[in-house]
């Protein structure tokens, strides 16, 4: 069971990966988040802004009823600007 969910919809990845953002800020490193989304490049995005910042990518949730992704919430994991998830705060 993930500690916390986020549904992304259908949402462009900048935008998922900016909610995803806000939620870890306040989750304690181990949690584990489901991350919700339709958008095709979060299997490209997702991976490469959890090795950006620290935090671990679980890959994709099977059996979920839309495109689900797991993300292990990093112990010091790095801050991203607020705004741009690809840019260090």
Do not use: F
Request: hydrophobic share 45%; aromatic share 4%.
């Amino acid at each position: 069971m993930p500690d916390l969910v986020v549904d992304g919809g259908d949402k462009r990845c900048v935008q998922v990966l900016i909610e995803l953002r806000n939620h870890v800020l306040g989750a304690a490193p181990g949690a584990v988040v489901h991350l919700i989304t339709s958008d095709p490049a979060a299997v490209v995005d997702l991976p490469a802004w959890c090795h950006m910042t620290g935090h671990t990518y679980l890959g994709p949730v099977p059996g979920a009823a839309r495109p689900t992704y797991a993300v292990r919430v990093g112990d010091g994991a790095k801050l991203t600007q607020e705004n741009r998830p690809w840019h260090a705060a």
